[in-house]
């Protein structure tokens, strides 16, 4: 008889471990799930952003050079790379304006 109650007193401790276990899931896969949303969105940014940097073609703009030049400087990337730097400039020159935040400049 006593037998009976200890494996129920086991049992409903093992039942409450269980949802201790899956709550402690549940809140891992909210988390997770927070960071995807967050992820999506950023690479939405991203995205916005590399559309708005297709129109930068350095090569265009100098005339000057030689073909052979502008070719190869578009073969390396330069439009990309003077797009990296405009778009790390205008976030510098941003965080500048609010007050508190001058890191290092």
């Known amino acids: ?6 494996e129920m007193w086991n049992g409903f401790v ?4 269980q949802i201790v276990l899956s709550f ?12 995807e949303q ?7 940014l991203l995205d ?6 297709s129109g930068l073609n350095v090569a265009q703009y100098i005339s000057g050079l030689p ?3 502008a070719h190869t400087m578009s ?13 790390c400039l205008g976030i510098r020159f ?8 001058r890191w290092g400049s």
């Open 1 to 6: 008889m006593l037998n009976f109650f200890i």
């Open 14 to 17: 093992d039942f409450l471990w």
């Open 24 to 35: 402690f899931d549940i809140l891992k896969d909210f988390f997770f799930w927070i960071m």
């Open 38 to 44: 967050l992820f999506t969105v950023g690479i939405l």
């Open 48 to 53: 916005g952003v590399g559309s708005l940097m």
């Open 67 to 69: 073909p052979e030049t």
């Open 75 to 87: 073969l390396i990337g330069i439009s990309e790379a003077m797009g990296m730097v405009i778009t």
């Open 94 to 101: 941003l965080l500048q304006l609010i007050p508190f935040v």
